[in-house]
């Protein structure tokens, strides 16, 4: 799944209802009963598992037959599961969470023994207790029982109300298909399933596999039977029962597998795009890996309000807004969303599903591989998009979520529940795969496709560990790669690479020294080090080379051997690959900054800005010659170049700054960014590029929002008045920025305007829209009138959560909006059942305090939160992590306040020089 930060599944938890019940299969008569146990109050209880499963049972095929009516809340179902028995045993462990079991048997050798349900204190685990031992060999376990589709969560099986329909959706990764039915919920479980679905009339059933029957059933309802699926862990099943619209595409991959994308009623057509999209990609993906699509079909689904996407085989699951687009409200940034994601959706097909991890710990070969593949293939299917830009981009993020020292490992060892829910962040995605493009570009590409590939056949539908991957990548490589990887896998941090010029007798050479990157605020305990491939661009007359080297220990030294004299420019991160923030001295820096900035790839432009920002952020440099750069760069031609000079901006930003200086912080923003945003206007010109139009709501956000361009402020308050009664009023790429800009400037007046559309919006689209409208505002006094409207009856709060999550990103608002998440935090993710937001978002509310940057805050960010996250899944670090991000902030508003106000004293650079 490729999204970080899931979005919200709330409601409240219907009521348990009868679901058209069945009748519950009869044992077989063939089969002897064995006696009943004996009771005995002397008799102690079995001990649940706490973490992980016994391995003395383990599965090794399932058949899964559910009724469900996505009108009510209750699904009744029945699991037969085949085991091996390994081990003699008294007692069969294994998930269930939330389900009510109302019969269960275990048959042995033709005997069907008695079993005593338990259940563990958590909720996690059944067990089974027999009436007598299982042996060695293989067993049959049946459960009949009840279950709840939610209406409050998005995990498990839940319900959704789409255009006055009924739908049911899942949501098993990464330990929820235990919600669903009893299983074997680890993802070593790697087994067949079979899933047999009894719905009411009307609706229609789909799952990972081909459909095998429809029959009707004697109540009016239907009776869906489904192919048996390849071996699959729990986390990948994945079901819909609704009803839905195909929309078919062209046959897919080598195999021609049946694709179709599968929405809700009457919305086919809105996925056009995803239809032509899906079988290019797959191709492509298929062509790098050498291997065919694995499985037998390739549906993908529309879910409203997932987040993201799953990658499930044959029923990968898309956030409707991904997938689905009116083509008068479509957009290219829609559409490059819904590609990038669905080659990492697919990219999971071969790295998760073929091969998957063994355990949690590992996840990173999951979800890292994806994240590295997607920029990888689209560099060559779209190569105008500039994946390679943006891999850098991702990469410079990534180094700023891994300076924390409270970060994860990428290989986190698994102690609990909250290690397992914490896996799914920057770190695994975005950290894993800048190292995995540090290892490609080490090893040579078609090495490590090679190591890919070799990987990928040795472990097909099987299970694999870190040690397995690196294992195939040395084999390749003929080198120890285990070892050069180890340091990035199982450290948290990332090294500052030093490098200097020499040039005095003999060859000129690059002497290398690393050191642990750490920012202010952030205080480490022990020294670190790396083993860091390091790649040396140079300039050898009018042309470049490189050499590359592996910088072990504190110092290393590069030679230049195809330079014949001292080179006019260094730069040590070739094509920006390396993982590690890199810092030149001397007549390095001197002479990059001279001579060597226009023979930069772009690439490697952004690398620079995004590590020269990371030294102004450790105190290595004046904050003002990071900012001096930004808005250089802010002036270049270049799409990526100038949106990676906004993400250097929160080195100004107005947190830390006294609230004297915010207006020149404001006069900065409109300066550096307000020509080109008024030069471009809020509508696209015949014949512009797609770059062009994509940059336009990137300088409009910073010149108008930010800056308070008063122009460009009066153009958008008309656009948006004209869009609230006429939706063509505005570009479907503009319509959220020109809401922003609008709502960050707005009087009551566009409040109620607002707040009456919001209300009666029937479109989710829209409504949306609408509602990261409302979180823009930024007058304190208005903003207290929205944040309650998360309680309004006539709002999804699943949606209008994030009015709050805007207002604490707003330096004027944000002690307000954390004082309503304070005042209202049992009511929103409380234990009750009637609390609005899911359980999963409880330890993302720890973030409305991160915009805080004062001692004072966050000492009230752990009064708060330090009890109630211990509760909270993935809560503790979470925690930790939003108090060190408050403790950097602190430190870098003591050591770069004074530079940053003197930038602002000055007008900006590129004017200065033209002056």
Not at 288 to 293: C, M, S
Not at 633 to 655: F, G, K, P, W, Y
Not at 781 to 807: C, H, N, Q, T
Request: aromatic share 8%; with cysteine; glycine share 6%.
């Amino acid at each position: 799944m490729p999204n970080l930060l899931r979005p919200v599944a709330l409601a409240t938890v219907a009521l348990l209802t009868a679901c058209g019940a069945r009748q519950n299969p009869p044992v077989s008569e063939s089969a002897a009963v064995a006696p009943a146990p004996a009771t005995s109050a002397a008799a102690p209880a079995p001990t649940p598992p706490t973490l992980r499963l016994p391995k003395d049972v383990r599965p090794s095929d399932y058949a899964v037959e559910l009724t469900l009516d996505p009108k009510a809340a209750a699904f009744q179902g029945t699991a037969d599961i085949k085991l091996d028995v390994l081990k003699p045993t008294s007692v069969v462990w294994l998930h269930g969470k939330a389900l009510t079991v109302k019969q269960a048997t275990l048959t042995q050798a033709g005997v069907s023994i008695p079993v005593t349900p338990l259940k563990s204190e958590e909720g996690d685990f059944l067990g089974f207790a027999a009436a007598q031992p299982l042996a060695v060999g293989t067993a049959k376990l049946r459960v009949v029982y009840d279950g709840v589709a939610s209406e409050r969560e998005n995990d498990g099986a839940f319900r959704v109300n789409e255009g006055g329909d009924w739908y049911v959706y899942t949501q098993f990764e990464p330990i929820d298909a235990r919600r669903v039915f009893p299983c074997f919920d680890e993802p070593e479980y790697k087994v067949p399933w079979q899933f047999t679905f009894h719905v009411p009339a009307g609706n229609v059933a789909v799952t990972n596999t081909p459909q095998l029957a429809e029959e009707a059933r004697p109540d009016g309802g239907r009776t869906f039977r489904f192919a048996r699926t390849q071996p699959l862990p729990s986390y990948l099943i994945a079901f819909g029962v609704g009803p839905f619209d195909f929309l078919p595409a062209a046959d897919s991959g080598q195999k021609k597998v049946k694709t179709r994308i599968i929405t809700p009623k009457g919305r086919a057509a809105e996925g056009a795009y995803a239809a032509q999209a899906t079988p290019e990609i797959l191709a492509a993906l298929e062509d790098y890996f050498g291997i065919p699509y694995a499985y037998e079909k390739l549906d993908v689904i529309a879910v409203p309000l997932l987040g993201g996407a799953m990658e499930h085989p044959g029923l990968v699951t898309f956030n409707s807004r991904l997938i689905l687009s009116k083509p008068e409200e479509d957009s290219l940034s829609r559409q490059r969303a819904f590609s990038e994601t669905q080659m990492h959706e697919l990219g999971h097909q071969w790295f998760g599903n073929l091969v998957t991890l063994a355990w949690w710990d590992d996840l990173w070969l999951n979800e890292s591989f994806a994240s590295w593949v997607t920029p990888r293939i689209i560099e060559s299917w779209r190569p105008t998009w500039g994946s390679a830009v943006e891999r850098v981009q991702d990469r410079s993020r990534s180094l700023d979520a891994d300076s924390l020292l409270s970060a994860r490992r990428i290989h986190q060892p698994i102690a609990s529940a909250h290690d397992i829910h914490g896996a799914f962040d920057g770190i695994t995605y975005g950290k894993g795969s800048a190292v995995l493009t540090m290892t490609e570009e080490w090893l040579g590409r078609e090495v490590f496709r090679r190591g890919i590939q070799r990987f990928m056949r040795k472990h097909a539908h099987g299970n694999a560990t870190a040690k397995d991957f690196t294992d195939a990548l040395s084999a390749e490589a003929g080198q120890d790669v285990t070892g050069v990887l180890e340091k990035f896998l199982d450290q948290t941090g990332a090294p500052l690479v030093t490098a200097s010029l020499e040039c005095g007798a003999g060859q000129p050479k690059v002497v290398l020294t690393q050191q642990h990157y750490l920012r202010l605020g952030s205080k480490a305990e022990a020294p670190q080090s790396w083993r860091v491939p390091v790649c040396v661009k140079y300039a050898v007359g009018n042309k470049d080379a490189k050499a590359c080297t592996v910088l072990e220990g504190e110092r290393t030294e590069v030679a230049l051997t195809e330079a014949k004299s001292c080179p006019a420019w260094v730069f040590p991160n070739a094509d920006g690959a390396g993982y590690f923030r890199m810092r030149l001295e001397g007549e390095a820096a001197t002479k990059l900054m001279k001579t060597g900035m226009g023979k930069l790839s772009r690439s490697e432009r952004v690398a620079l800005m995004g590590d020269t920002r990371a030294l102004a952020l450790a105190g290595a440099i004046p904050a003002s010659e990071a900012l001096t750069l930004a808005a250089r760069m802010a002036q270049d031609e270049d799409r990526l170049i100038v949106e990676t000079s906004t993400e250097m901006l929160d080195l100004v930003s107005a947190r830390l700054l006294p609230e004297s200086k915010w207006p020149e912080r404001e006069r900065f923003l409109r300066e550096t960014y307000g020509p080109r945003a008024r030069k471009l206007g809020f509508a696209s010109r015949k014949g512009e590029s797609e770059d062009t139009r994509l940059l336009r709501s990137s300088v409009m956000w910073r010149a108008a929002r930010d800056g308070g361009d008063p122009k460009l402020v009066a153009q958008a308050r008309a656009l948006a008045d004209k869009w609230l009664t006429d939706k063509s009023a505005v570009e479907p790429e503009m319509v959220n920025t020109v809401l922003a800009i609008a709502a960050g400037h707005a009087d009551a007046a566009f409040l109620d305007k607002l707040i009456a559309a919001v209300r009666t919006e029937k479109t989710r689209a829209t409504r949306q829209r609408l509602l990261q409208a409302l979180g823009n505002f930024r007058d304190p006094e208005l903003v207290k009138r929205i944040l309650p409207l998360v309680f309004d009856k006539a709002l999804d709060p699943r949606e209008s959560f994030w009015m709050v999550y805007g207002a604490t990103q707003n330096v004027r608002t944000q002690g307000i909006a954390f004082d309503f998440v304070k005042a209202n935090y049992d009511k929103l993710v409380g234990d009750s059942p009637d609390a609005l937001l899911p359980q999963e978002m409880a330890s993302a509310m720890t973030y409305v305090g991160q915009p805080l940057c004062t001692v004072e805050g966050r000492q009230e960010i752990a009064d708060f939160f330090t009890s109630r996250n211990e509760k909270t899944p993935g809560g503790p670090r979470t925690l930790a992590q939003v108090l060190e991000s408050v403790d950097q902030c602190v430190a870098l508003k003591a050591a770069q306040g004074a530079s940053i106000e003197s930038f602002l004293t000055q007008p900006p650079p590129h004017q200065a020089r033209a002056n």
